[in-house]
């Protein structure tokens, strides 16, 4: 059931990726800069590790705007591309799309890569929604398994009532 979790997981961030990919080519065609198109594919594919994709796409697609058009309107473009980007990555897709694979909320998808974050740094991030789902399902197996046991179902472990 964890391997069903991973999977699930590597799906969901397969489509994060591909969703930002299409966010930084569009953000990054309208702003005018060139090699977009390979830029964003460059920065979906880095974007697998957690910001990783934001910092390796960000600065050559600023230099190559400032290259391009010198300092203008055009390099405020690509900024708002990678702010919007992000935002609706982390807001949105990342909660959404990977929690609706692995089954979690998108609340506790964001719990989990903060407290994991803020644990353990960026390997933290990296680890913080497999892990959560792996631990769903471990605590979801451990409650069926409890309610399956004698002791969950014998009575006559009861404490007995107030009134007897």
Known sequence: KIDVQM?????????????LGVMYAIGL??????????????????SFVPYMGLVLTIVPSVFLALVQHGIDWHILAVGAT??????????????K??????GLHPVWV?????????????????????LAAALKVLVVEGVEYYRESAF??????APPSAGA
Do not use: H, N
């Open 29 to 46: 065609l309208c702003a005018g800069v060139p090699f977009a198109v390979l830029l964003a594919a460059f920065g979906a594919v880095a």
């Open 82 to 95: 990678f702010v919007v980007a992000q935002m609706t990555e982390g807001f949105f897709l990342t909660p």
């Open 97 to 102: 799309i990977v929690g609706q694979q692995v």
């Open 110 to 130: 964001i719990l989990a890569i903060m407290v994991f974050g803020g644990a353990f740094g960026l390997v933290g991030v990296l680890i913080a929604v497999p």
């Open 7 to 19: 999977r699930s997981f590597l799906r969901g961030q397969v489509a994060v990726c591909i969703c």
């Open 152 to 157: 969950f179902s014998d009575s006559s472990s």
